[in-house]
């Protein structure tokens, strides 16, 4: 193998991934205008996602086809969401935002994280003789177009979510909770000031993140995780009681850590079994540096041909 650039997409191939960013983009819809349950919309958008991208490689047989469709992907929820807040602030209505459901939310997160992990998983079973730098380029713009996706992706969830939505009351009497696992009962419990869906959100809001960050920068560490979380959740837990949103929990603090801790440990598992499925020669599959295949690999062509 040489060290050459490897080959980009072709024009057709360019055009082939954005449909299927396309249709992604539109499967929350269909998917609602052909089922009444959302546990079947889910189940159909995680199916027909599947197929596209399975598809979509099948053609191209390229990784940053896949990154390419999520971009698209992407792309088109962030112009959508530029649309609503044009047409809303035209028409002079109350709202402005789109609000989004939890509907809305899990779609979009198994339409990123099915062609990511269709990825990771093709990468993850390579053999050693279809282990090549041009692969290793092709995955690492694939790890590049994913993670600005999921930036996007991550930023709208996180606005539209969690800041929009809050009614401050200045007047009020602000409550914040310093008793253990208050708040997880109440989740569990199902009470007003909590749900089960709540308590799996609050776990998981800054995985996306410090993984993300992890990918980004190869030093970022649990510890910096738990910093991150500790003080991204503070400060969240400040606003809701500077603004008098709604109770202040220590839990959530707490569970917000873990969620940060998380986002690492899933880029350990995934780049730790690489290692042991390439035998130490893909040491870190999840970084955006290019570490060519070691030179055994090769020259094995060269001698055969010698």
């Known amino acids: 193998m040489t060290l050459l650039p490897s080959q980009k997409l072709t024009i057709s191939e360019f055009f082939v ?9 539109l499967l929350p819809n269909d998917a609602k205008n052909q089922f009444e349950s959302e546990g079947i919309c889910i189940g159909f958008i995680f199916l027909v996602s599947f197929v596209i991208i399975s598809v979509l490689f099948f053609i191209t047989k390229r990784y940053e086809a896949l990154g390419t469709a999520l971009m698209t992907l992407s792309s088109l929820c962030l112009i959508n969401l530029i649309i609503s807040v044009i047409s809303g602030v035209i028409s002079r209505g109350n709202e402005y935002w789109p ?28 053999s050693e003789a279809s282990d090549t730098n041009d692969s290793r380029r092709s995955f690492i713009r694939f790890i590049s177009l994913s993670m600005g996706s999921l930036l996007i992706i991550y930023g709208m ?39 089960i869906f709540r308590l799996i959100w609050n776990g998981i809001v800054f995985a996306p993140l410090t ?8 030093r970022f560490r ?15 837990e400040g606003f809701q009681l500077l603004f008098n949103t709604e109770t202040a929990y ?9 969620g940060a801790v998380l986002g690492i440990c899933i880029k350990y598992a995934l780049n ?14 999840l970084t955006l540096e290019y570490i060519p295949v070691p030179k055994k690999n090769r020259g094995e062509a060269q001698v055969i041909e010698d």
């Open 222 to 236: 649990i510890f910096h995780g738990i910093i991150l979380g500790f003080i991204l959740g503070i400060a969240i």
């Open 99 to 126: 609000k989004l459901t939890e509907y809305n939310i899990i779609s979009m997160f198994i339409l990123w994280t099915v062609p990511f992990l269709f990825g990771v998983m093709i990468r993850l079973l390579t």
């Open 272 to 285: 730790g079994l690489r290692y042991l499925l390439s035998q130490g020669k893909d040491p870190c599959m």
């Open 157 to 195: 969830v996180l606005i539209l979510r969690m800041i929009i939505p809050t009614a401050p009351d200045m007047q009020g009497v602000r409550t914040i909770s310093f008793e253990p696992f208050a708040y997880i009962r109440e989740c569990l419990d199902g009470s007003e000031n909590g749900t």
């Open 250 to 258: 220590l839990d959530d603090v707490i569970i917000y850590i873990i």
């Open 211 to 218: 993984f993300y960050l992890s990918v980004l920068i190869p």
């Open 17 to 25: 991934s954005l449909a299927a960013g396309l249709m992604l983009y």
